[in-house]
């Protein structure tokens, strides 16, 4: 035996920042989860906590005020929150995946004119890519983007928008040279008190309530010169590579929602007597929830790989990103329909979480890509070698 062999293990300050945001979350986060669910409101209790605790974006780099945590530090904090409230683990999901286009590809000059206000806590940051008609097929997009002088001027509109109304930045994909399809698409950062941009209603949706989901317009939205994204014509490649480090960060949420259920399950079997015994001492049972763990344990260390390779860039990550968001979020949907059922009539019931995580569960094979999408990156990027 040898206990100082590292390999497949994680570093102390992974672990011990595992245990504060664990602490955190069940002290300030989850005694708010069901009511957050239930009233669809957005949970200002996680953010104050998470913005006092600098867990809100612990990604960003420390010359703009961040921690400068690494990609396996941001999933660990998402997977936390995400095992008591999934809509809370939207806070720092969601400003990693508005940030990243401008980390990836922005100028130093327009990185400080964002993302203080983001390490502070005073602003949150969007990713706004999809619309109504352009969802999986990204590049049939039609918002439109013309240069005007010294500003440029935004048409359309942009759906599905996770946490609009709250946040105060948008990074926004649009269209600046129509023949040129991907080519033609460039990304720039909105300010939500840029004129001509505005919120639509709230989505009302199956889970993650607390997290609103609006449409947004930009009727002659003018944003300065200076908000472009890197080069015109180079958004959609932005785009792309910034889900290379955010589908981890999804693999991670659905990797806590399924530990918020099975950790629930386990304490629920011990409990719940039929036939003059727990539940726990059927074998029937504990096969289920060996099942459940065993899958969860997989998609946790597929996450950790795949945040390890992006964090070094290595050639295979946008497979291992695009696997560990697809695995996890079918392992999420598994556990936590079996833990509704392990729970019977009282899971199907809003008395306890298990029923809110399978709701919350079923969107992370959805967003960031569907996983019928991840798919096909993966078969891409195989046939690709
Ligand atoms: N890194 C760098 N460049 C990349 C890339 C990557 N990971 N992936 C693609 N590209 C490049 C390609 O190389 C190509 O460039 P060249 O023409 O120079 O070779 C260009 O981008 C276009 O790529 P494709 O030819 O592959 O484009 P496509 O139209 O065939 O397919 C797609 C692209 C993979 C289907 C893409 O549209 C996609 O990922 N769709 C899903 C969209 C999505 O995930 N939406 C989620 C919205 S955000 C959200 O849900 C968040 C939330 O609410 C919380």
Known sequence: MNDAFDAYQLPEEHQELRAAVRALAEKEIAPHAAEVDEESRFPTEALKAL???GFHAVFLPEKYGGDGADAIAGCIVIEEVARVCGSSSLIPGVNKLGSMPVL?????ELCQQVMPSIARGEAMISYALSERESGSDAVAMKTKARLDGDHWVLNGGKAWITNAGISKWYTVFAVTDPDKGANGVSAFVVHADDPGFEVGNKERKLGIKGSPTCEIYFTDCTVPADRIIGEPGTGFKTAMRTFDHTRPTIGAQAVGLAQGALDASVAYVKERKQF???????QGVQFMLADMAMKVEAARQMTYVAAAKVERGEP????????AKCYASD??????????????GAGYTRDFPVERMMRDAKITQIYE?????????MARALLRR
């Not at 990836?104 to 130093?108: E, N, T, V």
């Not at 003059?276 to 059927?282: D, N, P, Q, S």
């Open 51 to 53: 913005t006092a605790a």
């Open 104 to 108: 990836l590809s922005g100028s130093d």
């Open 276 to 282: 003059g015994k727990a539940i726990g001492e059927f």
């Open 316 to 323: 295979d990550m946008t497979f291992f990103a695009s696997a």
């Open 331 to 344: 392992v999420a949907m598994e556990v936590t329909v079996d833990a509704v059922q392990l729970f019977g």
């Open 369 to 377: 890509g569907t996983n019928q999408i991840q798919r096909m990156v």
